[in-house]
C-alpha cells in the first residue's frame, strides 16, 4: 500500500480538475484491511467532477498487479481485474481473438468504474456480458445486483469481475 498525502486529482481527473488530497494506492487485496470507512475508490475518474475544495474522504485507487485471467478458453470466461482500463482489457482480448466488449472502446473508464455506472452504448451495457463481481470479501454472480440503466446498485468495492464473452470471427 502506498499513500500519497498530497496528491493532486487533476492529475488522475479525466479533466483535470480537482484538489490536494490523501490518496491511498491499493497494491494487494490485504491492504483494504488498513482502510476505515469513508473511502471513495477511484477508477480512471471520467465520471466524477471533483470540488476544488477539502475533502474528509480518503480516496483510493487499485493499483493491484493482477492480469486479465481466461478462466476457460472454450467458453470464453475472463476475469478482468477492476483497475484495468476498457480498452487495454479490449486490446489484450483482442491479441487472444476474444471479442465482446469492442462497443466499448471509446469510454474513458476501467472495468469497476463501468460496472458502477453500468457503463455502455445505447444498445448494449457493461453488465450484458458479465457473470460475477468479486469483491474484497466475496463473490456475487449478476442477479444479485439491479442493474438498470446507468446504474448498479453496487455500493462496495468491486475487485474484479467475471465475463462470458465470444470467439472473434477472423
Ligand atoms: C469523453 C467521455 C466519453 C464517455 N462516454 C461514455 C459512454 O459512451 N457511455 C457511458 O456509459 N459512459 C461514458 N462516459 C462516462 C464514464 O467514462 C463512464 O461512466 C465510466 O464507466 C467511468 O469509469 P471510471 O473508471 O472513470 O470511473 P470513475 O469516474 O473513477 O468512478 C465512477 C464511479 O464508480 C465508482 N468506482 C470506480 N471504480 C470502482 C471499483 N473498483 N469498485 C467500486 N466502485 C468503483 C466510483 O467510486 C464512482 O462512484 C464518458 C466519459 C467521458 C469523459
Known amino acids: 500500500m502506498k499513500i500519497i498525502n498530497k496528491f493532486n486529482l487533476s492529475e488522475l481527473s479525466y ?9 491511498i494506492v491499493i497494491e494487494h487485496i490485504n491492504d483494504f484491511i488498513n ?3 469513508n473511502y471513495k475508490i477511484l477508477g480512471n475518474a471520467s465520471n466524477i467532477l471533483f470540488k476544488e475544495k477539502q475533502y474528509d474522504t480518503q480516496f483510493v485507487k487499485l493499483n493491484i498487479n493482477d492480469e486479465l485471467k481466461i478462466i476457460d478458453p472454450d467458453n470464453c470466461i475472463v476475469e ?25 472502446y471509446p469510454i474513458p473508464g476501467t ?10 452504448t445505447p444498445d448494449k451495457s457493461i453488465s450484458d456480458n458479465l457473470i460475477k463481481i468479486n469483491t474484497i470479501n466475496d463473490s ?3 442477479k444479485h445486483f439491479k442493474f438498470e440503466y446507468r446504474y448498479s446498485g453496487i ?7 467475471v465475463f462470458k464473452l465470444k470467439k472473434k470471427q477472423i
Open 35 to 37: 482502510i476505515v470507512d
Open 80 to 104: 478482468i481485474p477492476a483497475g484495468m482500463s476498457i480498452k487495454k482489457a479490449i486490446n489484450i482480448l483482442s491479441g487472444m481473438n476474444i471479442g465482446g466488449l469492442e462497443e466499448f
Open 111 to 120: 472495468i469497476g468504474g463501468m460496472l458502477f455506472m453500468n457503463a455502455g
Open 15 to 23: 479533466i483535470h480538475i480537482g484538489p490536494v488530497v490523501k490518496l
Open 155 to 161: 455500493n462496495e468495492a468491486i475487485i474484479s469481475a
Open 140 to 142: 456475487f454472480g449478476k
